[in-house]
């Protein structure tokens, strides 16, 4: 996936640093004025922002100054340091309840802008592991999603779902702008369970790529077969997260 090109910041950003005894540490207004920026939008989520080097010669101070302020803002959670990348405006993590919901409803529902690429959309004869996921005979045709789920710019999750031969016309174009199961709904399924697992594992290179993290960095994953009110399997999916944009939440109840 392309890198998102450098941001430079001026002198004009951070308006005029107080240098006099008894004023604030440099770092410090640097620091406060990054975090007013990234809280007001004005630096999005997914940001890059120039190299310590470059900002310390830009703005006239040391480089150990830079890098202290951008630390402060690291622990904070709020920039992140990727080798290979740089120092990026961390989105703000998203956690999902454990309930049968799509990403896409979840995300809109906490106030995010979900977007979405569609890597790739084909309609092909059932193997016999696609088979056995959704119940169907061997050859029987299945429709196969591949997508990019983002917020904004911010890429969260790759979507790889399998579909039985009723829902085989579904087009790239419908997905682009509604989740899977707003579609789906959409055309009167009706969902009743889910069976779901949630698990963990290393990104592979084209997952790494595609998400903007590094080859073998941990990934968040989950498997889910959902089910209508007839009991027949509408959809197989096999999920990927980035774990440090994501989460999965759900409440324990005593017995």
């Known amino acids: 996936m392309a890198r998102a ?3 430079e910041l001026t002198e004009e950003f951070f308006g005029a640093l107080d240098r006099t005894a008894g004023a604030a540490p440099l770092y410090v207004q640097i620091a406060r004025r990054l975090e007013a920026a990234i809280a007001a ?12 080097v470059s900002m310390a010669e830009r703005l006239g101070l040391s480089r150990p100054t830079i890098r202290q302020a951008i630390q402060d803002l690291v622990d904070k959670g709020m920039l992140v340091r990727r080798r290979g990348v740089g120092t990026q405006v961390l989105q703000r993590p998203v956690a999902r309840a454990v309930d049968l919901t799509s990403l896409h409803e ?3 529902k906490s106030g995010n802008a979900p977007a979405t690429t569609v890597l790739s959309h084909r309609v092909e004869a059932a193997d016999a592991e696609t088979a056995e996921h959704l119940g169907v005979a061997v050859g029987t045709p299945t429709l196969h999603l591949r997508r990019l789920r983002l917020i904004g710019a911010t890429p969260l999750a790759i979507l790889h779902n399998v579909l039985p031969a009723p829902f085989a016309d579904i087009t790239a174009a419908e997905l682009v702008g509604s989740g899977l199961y707003e579609t789906l709904r959409a055309r009167g399924v009706v969902f009743s369970v889910a069976h779901q697992t949630i698990g963990a594992r290393a990104a592979e290179a084209d997952e790494a790529d595609l998400l ?12 889910r077969t959902a089910l209508d009110h007839s009991g027949q399997i509408v959809e197989w999916g096999d999920h990927c997260y980035r774990p440090d944009l994501y989460s999965f939440e759900t409440t324990l109840v005593s017995r």
């Open 41 to 52: 939008g004005e630096l999005a989520a997914g940001t890059r922002l120039e190299n310590e």
């Open 212 to 223: 903007d993290i590094e080859s073998g960095a941990p990934l968040l994953t989950m498997h």
């Open 106 to 108: 979840d995300l809109q």
């Open 5 to 7: 090109p450098e941001t």
